[in-house]
């Protein structure tokens, strides 16, 4: 079995304007793949929003560069995640299928151990 990365991205700016019964149902959603696929989730979670990230990268001169905002700028960003137990990636890809993202997507990738 191999363990992989789940990544949720979505776009902020449809969330905001969207009716809070959508992130409702998102989340019973969300709940239910959790359910029908306990076996394979090894953890996961939702993040906060974009706007509470801070990055932090090397200067180059031994210090470090620390600034508001996520690493990239992006109008999708990654707003969860879930680390799955695979057979492999075909496995993996198909449990991922399943994961409730109307207002993006999900990026697989496999975990080095």
């Not at 990365?5 to 019973?28: C, F, Q, R, T």
């Not at 801070?54 to 001169?61: E, K, L």
């Not at 700028?73 to 990654?78: L, P, R, S, W, Y």
């Amino acid at each position: 079995m191999g363990k992989y990365l789940v990544m949720i991205y979505d776009n902020e700016a449809l969330w905001d304007a969207a009716d809070p019964s959508v992130a409702e149902k998102n989340h019973l959603n969300h709940g239910a793949f959790a359910q029908a696929n306990q076996a394979a989730i090894v953890g996961g979670a939702q993040l906060d929003g974009s706007n509470t990230a801070t990055s932090i990268r090397a200067d180059g001169a031994g210090g470090f560069v620390v600034t508001d905002g996520t690493f990239a700028e992006t109008k999708e960003v990654m707003g969860g995640y879930y680390v799955i137990e695979a057979a492999d990636l075909d496995e993996a890809l198909e449990i991922a299928k399943q994961v409730p993202s109307p207002m993006g997507g999900v990026e697989v990738r496999p975990i080095i151990d």
